[in-house]
C-alpha cells in the first residue's frame, strides 16, 4: 500500500560540476529502481539547475529548509514554500536534527515550518529523532512523542495526508553507526502508532523513512522491516552508484 520513497539528502555539498555528474550518474540507473519514488534535496543554490538535470526524469525535487513565515517578505537569508515551489521542488526537509541542533529550531518552530510548507503545496518530510543520551536515558519515545505532537497538535491529523516522516536517531547521522532493523522497526511502529490513535486510516498509508548511516550495504535489512518505508540518505546519496544501490534494495522488497 506504501509506495518506497528514497530521498537524498544533499546537505550543504555540491558544485555545478559535481551535481551534473550526479544527476547524471543516478538518471542511468533508474531502471534498477522503477518502481521507487526518489528526490533528491540540494542546497538551495542549486535548486534550479539541479531541477532542469532531473527534468523529463522520475526523480524529484526537494529542498532542505523552508521559512516558517505565512507570506514572503522582510525575511533576510529564508527562503519561502512558494519560492520552492515554484523553482520545482515537490518536498521540503523540515526539523532536520542539525537544523534543531545548530540552527536554534525548535518543536514549535518545526511544526510552523510543516505548517508553511504544506500551505505552499510541498510535501513536508519532517525529521525526528532522539540523540545518544535520550535514547540511552530510556527517553526515545517520549522525544518522539514531543515532536510529532508538536505538528499534530498544530496542523492535526489530516496533514498527514500530505506528509512524509524520517526517523532519523541522532546518534546514527554522519557516524556510520546505523540503527539495527530492530531499534528502527520499534521507533517506526511507535511512531504509526501515535498516528493511529489520532487516526488509523491516515496512519496506515502514511511513509515513515528511516535515515542515519544507510549505505548500500545496510539498506535491504532496513527497508525489509514492515514500518520502514524508504530512507533520508544523506552521505550516501552524494554518490551516483550508493545511491542507485540504497533504490535497489527498496525495489528488491516491492513483490
Ligand atoms: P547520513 O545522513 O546518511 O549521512 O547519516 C542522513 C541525514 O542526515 O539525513
Redo the contacts with the bound molecule.
Sequence with gaps: MRGYFVAG?W?MNGSHSANAALIDGIRKGLDRCRDVDIAVCPPAAYLESVGAAIRGSPIALGGQNVCDQDKPGAFTGEIHGSMLADVGCKFA?VG???RRALYGEDDQRVARKFKAAQASGLVPIL?VGETLEQRESDQTEAVLKRQLDAVLDLCGIASFTRAVI?Y?PVW????GRTASPQQAQEAHAFLRSMLADRDARIAAPTRILY????KGDNAKELFACADVDGG??????LKAEEFLTICAAAQAQIK
Excluded at 546514527?172 to 557516524?175: C, H, R
Excluded at 535515515?211 to 544507510?214: A, K, L, P
Excluded at 533520508?232 to 546519496?237: D, F, N, R
Design positions: 539528502n546537505k526537509i532536520h536534527s542539525e525529521c524520517a532519523e546514527a547521522i554522519g557516524t535515515g542515519g548511516s544507510v533520508l540518505i544523506g552521505g550516501a546519496s
